[in-house]
Structures are given as C-alpha cells and as structure tokens.
C-alpha cells in the first residue's frame, strides 16, 4: 500500500526562524520521495528528492530533508524562514512494483507555510 | 526548454455540458499525468500515459471523464457531462519515463468552474 500523510495542515513561522514541514509515507516497495512546492497562482515546483543515495538530501533555496526508513519520515527543514517561503508544499511517494514496472504516485494533501514579517 | 503547456486556463461551464483540456507535454518526455487539484486539497491522480498507452486510470471517473494520448505527445482530458463537484484546477505533467525518480515537471493548469 502506498500512503502519504502530511501532518499539518498549516504551519507560521516568523521570518528569520526555523522550518519544519512533516511528511510521514508508506510504501510497500522502496519509495522515492520529492517536496514540490506551489506559489499562489504559480505552478508546482520540485524542490529536493530523495532516491536511495544519500538518506540527507539538498533542495533549491536552503531548503533540506532526511529520509529515515525507521520512523518512515521525510521532514522538509530550513534553518531561516524568508518571506518568499510563504508558499503551500505537498509530500509525494513514488515506487514500483518492479524495475520496469509503472511507477505509482501519490501526493500529500498539503502543508500551508506562512511566514510572518 | 519549453514547459509543460495547458489549455485553457480557466473555463467556467454550466453543469451537465462538457468540456475539454488540452496539454503538450516536455519534448521526449514519455510520461504524462493528469492531476485533479480541488481547493484545499492536494493533486489527484487521474491518468498516467506511458507513451500513448494508459498505465493508470485507477481513479479516472470513466462514466463522465475520458482521455487520450494519440501519437503519445499531447494529450486531453475530456468531462462529459460535468458536475458541480468537477470544480477543481486540472493538472498535467510530464516526465522522461517511469524510473521512480523521476521528477514531474507540471503545467500551469487548467481551472474549471462547474455552475
């Protein structure tokens, strides 16, 4: 089965503190695991993935998130929230059955990050 | 490198007529995805295109929602008749295959409104 949960809807932060977005995922098979972020009335964007390498992984604008199998988690972290952050972020799990096999998808519902000047 | 490209962009109709969204996907990309995004909530998937073949519609209402891929480049989305509960931003990506890294490159979207 595959399943993502996002654990909150809403987070505000005040600008210059530190981010923490959770994701928890489950995944019959071994998962690959994106952040996309979506600007009002922009489209989705990727901003780090995880696929086997490295469990921490690096993302565009200071953005990171680790993966750890034990807890089945992939928290999105930024030491310093900017005003530009100010966006929604989804958590999505891929895998496959096989190697060669369709790649299922599924997104979170959502995380809603304000950041207060 | 040219984006994802949808349209149009926003389209208001009357329930029970039809409508229909278009989509051209990344050059060379093999996979394209629909995507339902109603307010609030996060993207849907509604279809996965390997090429011109559908690998999942495991969620595509097929009573009322129809959609092709012909010569597996661009693609529509079709609904026939719509519902009120059809309002929603209608997503397309695209990707280079189905490894399971690989990142989706999405549209702009498409956002209908059901009267």
């Known amino acids: 089965a595959q399943s993502v949960t996002q654990l909150d809807s809403h987070v505000s932060v005040s600008e210059g503190t530190p981010v923490l977005l959770r994701c928890n995922y489950s995944?019959?098979?071994?998962?690959?695991l994106f952040w996309y972020v979506q600007h009002p009335n922009k489209g989705l964007q990727l901003l780090l993935k995880?696929?086997?390498?490295?469990?921490l992984v690096k993302g565009i604008n200071g953005f990171e998130a680790e993966f750890k199998k034990s807890e089945t988690s992939f928290h999105l972290t930024k030491p310093s929230a900017h005003m530009s952050d100010a966006a929604e972020y989804f958590c999505?799990?891929?895998?496959?059955?096989?190697?060669?096999?369709?790649?299922?998808?599924?997104f979170g519902t959502g995380t809603k990050l304000q950041v207060i000047p | 490198e040219a984006g994802v490209a949808q349209s149009p962009r926003y389209k208001i109709i009357e329930k029970r007529q039809s409508v229909a969204f278009w989509c051209n996907p990344i050059?060379?990309?093999?996979?394209l995805y629909w995507y339902q995004q109603i307010l609030g909530q996060g993207p849907k998937l509604l279809i996965q295109?390997?090429?011109?073949?559908?690998?999942?519609d495991s969620q595509l209402p097929k009573d009322r929602f129809s959609a092709e891929r012909l010569k597996g480049v661009d693609s529509t989305l079709k609904i026939q008749p719509a519902k009120l509960e059809d309002s929603a931003v209608y997503l397309c990506?695209?990707?280079?295959?189905?490894?399971?890294?690989?990142?989706?490159?999405f549209g702009p979207g498409t956002r209908l409104t059901v009267l």
């Open positions: 995944s019959s098979y071994s998962p690959s």
């Open positions: 295109f390997q090429n011109n073949g559908v690998v999942d």
């Open positions: 050059s060379g990309h093999a996979t």
């Open positions: 990506a695209s990707s280079l295959g189905q490894a399971r890294n690989n990142e989706q490159f």
């Open positions: 999505v799990v891929t895998d496959q059955r096989y190697s060669g096999g369709y790649q299922k998808v599924t």
């Open positions: 995880y696929t086997s390498a490295a469990t």
